[in-house]
């Protein structure tokens, strides 16, 4: 069975950090493009990170640059999103996905196992 296992969400203080994390079974994270998504209440499912290990390349959406990080651990065969100085507009449900072999893109269609989402949300 293809699946996500996923942690890491929940309630922080803003500036404060969070690390989510997806553990895949079924299939191998390496031969994947791998990516990060979130939405916001009211709003549309949005591209926060992804990488791709075959062509090498790694996109931040704007307003995470420098603050997010995108990684994972080919022995645990997990990804990770490593979230520092969060701020009220991080706020959303995180959503972990994976998608066939090519560039990484912000495209919803481009990914078809997704996890079923972990909520983040920043308040003080």
């Known amino acids: 069975q293809l699946q996500f296992v996923e942690s890491g969400g929940g309630l922080v203080q803003p500036g404060e950090s969070l690390r989510l994390s997806c553990a895949a079974s079924g299939f191998i994270l390496d031969h994947r493009v791998i990516a990060w998504f979130r939405q916001a209440p009211g709003k549309e499912r949005e591209g926060v990170s992804c990488f791709s290990p075959g062509i090498g390349s790694t996109r931040y959406e704007d307003s995470v640059e420098g603050r997010f990080t995108i990684s994972t651990d080919s022995a645990k065969n997990t990804m990770y999103l490593q979230m520092n100085d969060l701020r009220a507009e991080d706020t959303a449900v995180y959503y972990c996905?994976?998608?066939?072999?090519?560039?990484?893109?912000?495209?919803?269609?481009?990914?078809?196992?997704w996890g079923q989402g972990m909520q983040v949300t920043i308040s003080s």
């Open positions: 996905a994976a998608g066939p072999w090519g560039d990484c893109r912000f495209l919803v269609g481009d990914y078809n196992h």
